[in-house]
């Protein structure tokens, strides 16, 4: 099967958005793990919007891909999945995530001592102090970031043998699924499970990453795999992808509308979850703009990404490991640089490229080299 340029193209723009989305979140006055003293609302733009739609982006690329990986044995893809998702996500949550912990309990007056006492202190039972019972949410409690890897290492597994019958004997489910979204905007509708699913079990499980988030994250993980393994749907995207921008636009702009009127009944609809109509148009809604964004973006990657270059190997390669590096290097970084007397964009400049140039310095010469580096970040065998 031929290499999808464009979806390799997508995930190394997808993760520079997600390092600028996280350097800025030093700045916002929303809860992060450390923060600035002064804040902006303004950044909250930025920030909401790159949030409806980023991380079920990644889900989508990752299904998109994902038929290359089912046409192994199970077996030799439950080995690869180890390799490239669980390992590195354990490495993670020994290495690299008691680090954030540390500044972020200093940052928030919770410890005072120093690394090592600290890590007595969390190995020696903080790591699991999270009463949540049986839920995804602890994927995420322990691992931060990385939580996208033990969600993924999952999904991949239960949807292995679906992918895979679809892919070989599914000829009638794809062309059913082509005739009901051939007419320009027709792909659009293919976000109503995401909704359902939302609906269902959101009230249930509001946490961001439990098992409201979990099950959406595996539909968007699944149209991966249906619209971009299939030319039909590869078309009805294109056809598409204006009618969705325009309806993601609207829905957008009335989010944020929202903001500014919260006391009246426009407000309340999108604020409001405790009334279960307002909270089942939030969902319908959440999946609705979502969806529409995936759409047109994947959509103009189609058109305009779909082509090779001696710099896309390379920068796809170090993908992986530049996501499960950025966020622990930029939050030692931001510790200390949101102490100082500089201005909020001369602190987010100086985040972001010291950030950058450690993390790929970190690539370059301890990891990308040497194999055993390459097996604990989930890359190939050199």
Known sequence: MQRIYYIDWLRILAILTVFFFHTSHFFDPMYWHVKNPQQSESVLLFLGFVNLWIMPLFFFLSGASGVFGTRKPFLSFLKNKTLRLLVPYLMGVLLLIPPQKYVEALGNNKFSGGYFDFLQ?????????????????????????????????????????????????GEKIMSRINRMTSFPGGVVLLFIPVAIAGILLKQHFPNYTSWADFAKYALFFFLGFLCTNNEGLKQSFLKSRFIALGIGLVLTVM?????????TTFGQLFQNNQVYGYYAFQEV???????????????????????????????????????????????????????????????????????????????????????????????TKK
């Not at 989010?255 to 006391?263: D, G, I, M, P, Q």
């Open 121 to 169: 202190t969390y190995f020696s039972g903080g790591i699991f102090n999270y009463p949540m019972g049986f839920d995804t949410l602890w994927i995420g409690a322990i691992s931060y970031h990385l939580w996208f890897l033990g969600h993924l290492f999952l999904i991949s597994i239960l949807f292995y043998h679906l992918i895979k019958y679809i892919d070989t004997k």
């Open 285 to 379: 809604a959440g999946a609705l703009v979502t969806w529409c964004w995936i759409i047109f973006i994947i959509a103009m990657g189609m058109k305009y990404l779909n082509k090779e270059s001696n710099y896309r190997q390379p920068l796809n390669e170090a993908v992986l490991p530049f996501y499960i590096l950025h966020q622990t290097v930029l939050l030692l970084i931001g510790f200390l640089v949101v102490q100082w007397n500089w201005s909020n964009w001369d602190k987010f400049g100086f985040i972001a490229a010291s950030a950058l140039f450690i993390i790929l310095a970190i690539y370059v010469l301890v990891i990308k080299p040497f194999n055993f580096g390459r097996y604990l970040f989930g890359m």
């Open 255 to 263: 989010y944020f509308a929202s903001f500014a009127v919260k006391e």
